[in-house]
C-alpha cells in the first residue's frame, strides 16, 4: 500500500529535549516536505527537499532541522523544543517536476500532534 | 507579502453547488492545488490547476485564472460527507504556500 508514514503520532514532551518525528515514503517520490498546522493559520511549510541531500527553509524553519540522507526518509528535528512548537505536524511527499511526473498531488501521513509542556 | 485568501467559512445544503474561492498574491508559481481534511486528518488532494481553465473530476471542478489572480473549487451534488475544511495551495519550485482553509459544512 502506497503511503507516508509518521511516527510518533501522539508525544507530550518537555522544553528543551531534543526530539525527532521520523517521516518515510515508499512510493519512490523525490520530493518530501515538512507543515505544521496550527488553528486559524492553515499548513505553513517548514522545510522541503526536491531530492536526497537538497534540503531548503519554507515559511517557518525557525527551531527545526531535517535531514535527506535517503529518498524514502525526512526526518524533522526539533533541537530544543519550546511551546511555541505545540502544533499538529504533516509529512507529505510527491513526484517532483524533475522527474516529469508532477501533477500537483501530495501525499500526506496522518499527522504527529506534538505537545510541548 | 505572498499570500492565498479564502473565506473562513462556507454553508450550503445537501444537494446544491457550492464554489470556494481562492484569492492569491504570489510573485509566481506552477500550479494550484486543492486538498480536503476532516477533522485535523491527513489532507487528501482533489484537484490540480497547471495552466489556465477548468479540471474536472468527477464532482468536483477546479478553475485557475493567472490573470485574475484567481481559483476556485465548485462542488457539485453536495453530500453531508463533504463537510469538511478546504486548502488551495500554490507550488513555487518546491516551495507551497497554503491559503488558510475553508471550512465547508453540508446541511440536510
Known amino acids: 500500500e502506497a503511503q507516508v508514514t509518521q511516527n510518533p503520532r501522539y508525544l507530550i514532551t518537555v522544553t528543551g529535549k531534543k526530539l525527532t518525528v521520523t517521516c518515510s515514503q515508499n512510493m519512490n517520490h523525490e520530493y518530501m516536505s515538512w507543515y505544521r498546522q496550527d488553528p486559524g493559520l492553515g499548513l505553513r511549510q517548514i522545510y522541503y527537499s526536491m531530492n536526497v541531500e537538497v534540503t531548503d527553509k519554507g515559511d517557518v524553519p525557525e527551531g527545526y532541522k531535517v535531514s535527506r540522507k535517503e529518498k524514502r526518509n525526512f526526518p524533522l528535528i526539533l533541537e530544543s523544543p519550546s511551546p511555541n512548537q505545540t502544533s499538529l505536524y504533516f509529512c507529505a511527499s510527491s513526484f517532483s517536476g524533475t522527474s516529469g511526473r508532477y501533477d500537483g498531488e501530495l501525499f500526506f501521513g496522518e499527522g504527529s500532534r506534538l505537545t510541548v509542556l | 507579502g505572498q499570500s492565498l485568501e479564502q473565506p473562513s467559512e462556507v454553508t450550503a445544503v445537501e444537494g446544491a453547488i457550492v464554489q470556494i474561492n481562492c484569492t492569491y498574491q504570489?510573485?509566481?508559481?506552477?500550479?494550484l492545488s486543492w486538498y480536503q481534511q476532516h477533522d485535523g486528518g491527513a489532507p487528501t488532494f482533489l484537484s490540480y490547476n497547471a495552466l489556465d481553465g477548468l479540471e474536472e473530476t468527477g464532482r468536483f471542478s477546479s478553475f485557475l485564472s493567472r490573470s485574475d489572480s484567481y481559483g476556485y473549487l465548485l462542488l457539485q451534488e453536495l453530500q453531508m460527507k463533504d463537510s469538511a475544511s478546504y486548502f488551495c495551495s500554490v507550488d513555487q519550485g518546491g516551495k507551497l504556500i497554503f491559503g488558510q482553509g475553508t471550512e465547508l459544512s453540508v446541511k440536510p
Open positions: 504570489t510573485s509566481g508559481f506552477y500550479g
